[in-house]
């Protein structure tokens, strides 16, 4: 198999960032570099979807440190989109898993909206880039 062409850059990290990725690296016997292609990977594959409109499914985690009543707000606010959602305390922490199926635009506003409250969250499409 031919090998993949690559690029190299520069990029700076903040120093703890930069010892966790060596600590990754040491731990699972990999590069670092291998390691940052993986993480902008599923970067690219949690956002770039949203470039073109489309009928989206996928799956969010949020995670926040206080219970916050603005993610159960938002969620009836988006109840058409919203296809299960499961609220969960873990280590005196909120978790929510939450199914959504529509339109791309309405899941980006949602994510985004999900960010600007100060919650940790992931998303996952559930479809092909
Ligand atoms: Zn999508």
Request: net charge negative; aromatic share 4%.
């Amino acid at each position: 198999m031919a090998q993949a062409k690559r690029r190299r850059f520069g990029v700076s990290l903040r120093e703890e960032v930069a010892e966790g990725l060596d600590e990754l690296s040491r731990l699972l016997g990999t590069s670092r570099s291998n390691l940052v292609e993986e993480a902008v990977e599923r970067l690219l594959e949690d956002y770039l979807h949203y470039r073109e409109q489309h009928r989206c499914s996928g799956l969010f985690i949020v995670y926040s440190d206080a219970e916050t009543l603005d993610v159960r707000k938002l969620l009836e606010e988006n109840r058409d989109i919203v296809v299960s959602s499961s609220h969960v305390h873990v280590g005196g922490a909120c978790a929510e898993i939450i199914v959504v199926h529509g339109d791309s635009e309405r899941i980006r506003r949602l994510h985004n909206s999900l960010e600007s409250l100060g919650c940790r969250v992931r998303f996952i499409p559930l479809h092909g880039p």
